[in-house]
């Protein structure tokens, strides 16, 4: 998360733009995009020729002809050199960055739109000058600050996109836990957001030998996406190439529309499609009309996964909550097919204003399975009340940043549970016996792991969905989701894997967050998926005072009144 100097200093960038006369959004997101990734190249280079010094073998960015492209000389020229640079159409910096990649490559055919938009060559300066004083070594920083650039674009679009919170697309890849055998897609790819936030997970959960040798794999066929607006498409394009990836396989197409013909082809889906979205119907894929005869986005895209997904292919995706309990022969009909058809696991109830400030649209995230021959048994729901930040306009922090960052600490939390449960423990040092990693979670301030997760929900539902996959969950739980009396010792129930109470929890109690229910209760609610369709409410008996205490009191009340007026007219 970009906080403080680094946040004050991408503004100062952002005000340089508007005081220069390029006050358009996506504009500016755009050319600031194009100057990191020019700067990041450099960077690329000189750390590629350093490792060269001990016999590392390289393919150079530049050539001799193209150092000048290189940041570190662009900086050293003068403001109109520089500028000519950079407006120059034939042998200039853009030429140059739209000839990256192999001439085939998406990634080359996206860049070809590539324009410099900057007209005042003392506002290339000014900006250039302010990002030179920003260390952006570390890619975490670099990824904060391009977070920070696109949250800019937040807010609803003409066919109902919104940008999804970053914890919310980190939620959902942890919960999927891509691999690198994975053919990852997201057919409304946006900024490539997610395919970035797996892509950062896969980075963080192998090492470099393996990395490496699946590194054709990485950059040419691992990371897919559809989308048709060319600014987007060379967003996203930068976005993956910025975080490793070379050729990204973003295609331009409408994904829901007949020129979109893949089928079969991705292991996994993570998606945020758009939201009350239409398309002409005559444009839209057959094959998606069969599943659900409808114009509507939020319903085609989830038929599309479907078709693109392999059989085993899992998906978790953001639906608005119409499409869980409408009414009408579409929403049936899809909610039909990936329940009784294929494997509906999961529904993650999220409270409307995980959008604001830009939308209050009530959403959640459903996972499934595509099987082909049904397999839901028992679908669990949960329902987040808290994700962290507050759920008005202002969104504000409510848990320790650091945390909230790095809120999927797995067996990371077992291994500290009881500091965060004893309100009176100290906090260790790094170094104690454990591995630095065990400390990445834990908050500055020592809060209770349940005063902590009346703010934060997204631990405990990252920590049950493990749980419930795990094998035991079968070992300590029955079909229903009810606790068993068990004999057997802690460790081989798994109570050191997982959190406080997720091992001990009644996931066949409905008066909570976390619960199971039947793949036959749910066809004979129509397919109903609204939480609210199965969540039991606890009310609270209110108890009231007899009338004649009250009037008793009331009574008193108007005395004291009297007298108190009294004393004032003798004062006065």
Known sequence: MITGDLKSQIDAIWSTFWTGGVTNTITIVEQLTYLIFIKNLDESEVRNELKARHGFKYTPIFNQEQQQFRWKNIKELDVNARHNLFTNTVDGIFPFIRS????????????????????????????????????????????????????????????????????????????????????????????????????????????????????????????NGSEFDATMLRIASMNLYLHGVEEPNIIDVDAVSKDNTISNAYTLVLANPPFKGTIDKESIAPGLKNVTDTSKTELLFLALMLRQLKTGGRAAVI?????????????????????????????????SGVFKPYAGVSTAIIIFTKTGTGGTDNVWFYDMLADGKSLDDKRSLLVDEDLFMDFAFGDAFSKRKEIIKDADASIPKKGDNDSEDAFDFLPNKKEKQDTLHAKFNLPQILDHYRYLKSDYFKKMHGKKGEVLHVHDVPENLGWDKFMDGTCTHDYSDRTSQSFLVPFKEIKENDWDLSINSYKEIVYEEVVYDEPKLILKRINELSSERENLANQLKNIV
Do not use: W
Not at 100 to 118: D, Q, V, Y
Not at 177 to 201: H, I, M, N, R, W
Not at 338 to 351: G, Q
């Open 100 to 223: 990256l990649g192999k001439e085939t490559s998406l990634f080359a055919t996206h860049m070809k739109g590539a324009t410099f938009g900057i007209s005042k060559a003392s506002v290339l300066d000014q900006v250039m000058e302010k990002l030179e004083n920003i260390d952006m070594s570390n890619q975490d920083t670099k990824g904060d600050i391009y977070e920070y650039l696109l949250s800019k674009l937040e807010g609803g679009g003409t066919a109902g996109q919104f940008r999804t919170p970053r914890h919310i697309i980190k939620l959902m890849v942890e919960l999927m836990q891509p691999t690198l055998e994975d053919t990852v897609c997201d057919p409304s790819v946006g900024t490539a957001g997610f395919l970035v936030a797996a892509k950062e997970y896969i980075d963080k959960h192998n090492d470099v030998t393996k990395l490496d040798r699946y590194e054709n794999h990485i950059n040419k066929k691992m990371f």
């Open 319 to 351: 639906v608005p909550d119409g499409v869980l309990f409408g009414s009408g022969k579409a929403y049936k009909s899809i909610r039909e097919e990936i329940i009784a058809n294929n494997k509906l696991e999961a529904v993650i109830s999220m409270p």
